[in-house]
């Protein structure tokens, strides 16, 4: 069952078991903002253990382990895959306040393709990213201080 989003009274559901559960809520909760206001969509997504989440899952294990050679080792709850004009993006979002992102055009002379990670307020950086990635830090009303990163992906998907 899909769960939509909500920006403005932000919600745990689906997220409860995460030590990091309110500002992981904001985090989703800042996502589904982005896309609402940018993009006119409305941002939903499914337990991780649904059929559909299930694909988005394993979509950004696959890209994880094909582009850098990384296995998340903390619980998915939910993830959500979608189209935005000609971009497809994907999210997993992590038991441990971690959240993953691809985002993947599908056509243009430069298609731009990237993994992003974001952090929950409070959240450790996890240790199979602590030696590869430098985060970057940004504030949010919704979800406090979020530190982030990204890779370029280099295959195709």
């Given at each position: ?7 403005v ?29 940018k ?18 899952v394993?979509?950004?294990a ?16 939910e ?18 306040g ?25 959240m ?31 295959g195709?998907?």
């Amino acid at each position: 069952m899909s769960h939509v989003v909500d920006f403005v009274d932000v919600s745990t559901e689906g997220l409860e078991s995460s030590p990091v559960v309110d500002a992981l809520a904001g985090l989703r909760a800042n996502e589904a903002r982005y896309f609402k206001n940018k993009y006119d969509h409305v941002f939903t997504t499914e337990r991780a253990d649904s059929p559909a989440g299930a694909d988005a899952v394993a979509f950004v294990a696959k890209v994880l382990a094909d582009e850098r050679d990384l296995s998340i080792g903390s619980k998915p709850l939910e993830a959500t895959a979608f189209q935005v004009e000609n971009i497809k993006m994907t999210y997993v979002f992590y038991e441990c306040g971690l959240s993953i992102n691809v985002m993947y055009t599908l056509d243009g002379e430069k298609p731009k393709r990237a993994v992003g990670f974001k952090l929950s307020d409070g959240m450790e950086i996890p240790s199979e990213l602590a030696d590869k990635f430098k985060f970057a830090r940004q504030k949010s009303k919704l979800a406090g201080e979020i530190r982030g990163t990204y890779f370029v992906i280099k295959g195709q998907y």
